[in-house]
């Protein structure tokens, strides 16, 4: 390696971009072939990524952690794989950048990735006039993309979440327990 690309995040612009969702999986590519993978743990972090002169792809998908996604290795990572949920997990507020840098031998670049929000985040969900018979009430909304790729691309199409309601002490009325993140709707319009 004779060269250095920095890489570094902000809000992609918007008062809801503002807030970076951590951890950034930073995945860098020349052509086809992914040369690093890294992950920026948090705000004020920089990653200095040694690679030889060339021109690379950079993609990062924030809020993205190892603990709630199977993310791809350098060795198996393509623009194209979806960063897919654990079992047992919930969606999280991701993100997404890219960028393209041309390194010079002995030099250094910075790319300064501008990330934008990619899932939506309902809070409040409020059903009224409930039988009190009913003994338990969700909401479904259909059709929705499933998984972000690499690139920041949606994948799996026609998916569908599923957000359970808990009854309230006039046991007429059914609300959400805690906000949940969705994914945007994979053909318009998606329904409830």
């Known amino acids: 390696t004779n ?14 971009d503002a807030t970076i969702a951590y951890p950034v999986q930073v995945y860098v590519f020349q052509g086809d072939d992914c040369k690093a993978v890294q ?4 705000e004020g972090q920089t990653l200095n ?13 924030g809020g993205a952690g190892s603990t709630d996604y199977n993310l791809p290795t350098k060795d198996n990572a393509t623009t194209t ?14 993100m997404a950048a890219q960028a393209t840098a041309t390194l010079v031998d002995g030099g250094t670049n910075t790319v300064t990735l501008g990330l934008q929000r990619k899932t939506m985040l309902i809070q409040d969900v409020t059903i009224k006039k409930i039988p009190t018979a009913a003994t338990a009430v969700s909401v479904t909304i259909a059709p929705l993309w499933q998984a972000l790729t690499v690139s920041g691309a949606f994948a799996n199409d026609g998916q569908s979440q599923t957000i359970a309601l808990t009854k309230q002490a006039d046991n007429r009325t059914w609300t959400n327990d805690a906000a949940a993140f969705v994914m945007p709707p994979s053909s318009q319009p998606a329904s409830v």
């Open 3 to 16: 060269s250095v690309l920095q890489v570094t995040t902000r809000g992609g612009g918007g008062s809801n």
């Open 39 to 42: 992950t920026i743990g948090d």
């Open 49 to 61: 990524i040694p690679l030889v002169e060339g021109t690379y792809s950079v993609y990062a998908v």
């Open 81 to 94: 794989t979806a960063l897919t949920l654990k079992e047992g997990r919930t969606l999280t507020d991701l």
